[in-house]
């Protein structure tokens, strides 16, 4: 296992992560209409009003993925996502 195999691993991680994001944020239930009702997010949405009296918390998880689901993931979220997806691709590389 080189280093050729290293960057390989990386950079296929920090692509599909990044491409990935945006699938799964839908998935779950952050749409561009906003979340859809049923589904994960709306959970997550009602636990936080629950939490928080009422209402949802500006800032919170709740709101940044609903921001994100709207309007897609910003480019310095693109680099935390793809450094994650980076990090997750050179470990596993050491089982496939």
């Keep these: 296992m080189g280093l050729l ?5 990386a950079g296929a991680g920090a692509a599909g992560a990044v491409v990935a994001a945006p699938v799964v944020l839908g998935t779950v239930g952050f749409t561009s209409a906003g979340i ?3 589904s994960y997010a709306a959970s997550m949405m ?3 009003a629950v939490v928080n009296g009422g209402g949802v918390a500006a800032g919170t998880m ?5 921001a ?3 309007a897609g993931i910003p480019f310095v979220g693109q680099a935390v996502v ?4 980076a990090a997750v691709g ?4 050491f089982f496939f």
């Design 46 to 48: 009602s636990a936080a």
């Design 36 to 38: 859809a009702a049923g």
């Design 90 to 93: 050179t470990v596993l590389r």
């Design 82 to 85: 793809g450094a994650i997806g």
């Design 5 to 9: 195999t290293f960057f390989a691993a």
């Design 62 to 66: 709740v709101p940044v993925l609903q």
């Design 68 to 70: 994100a689901g709207a």
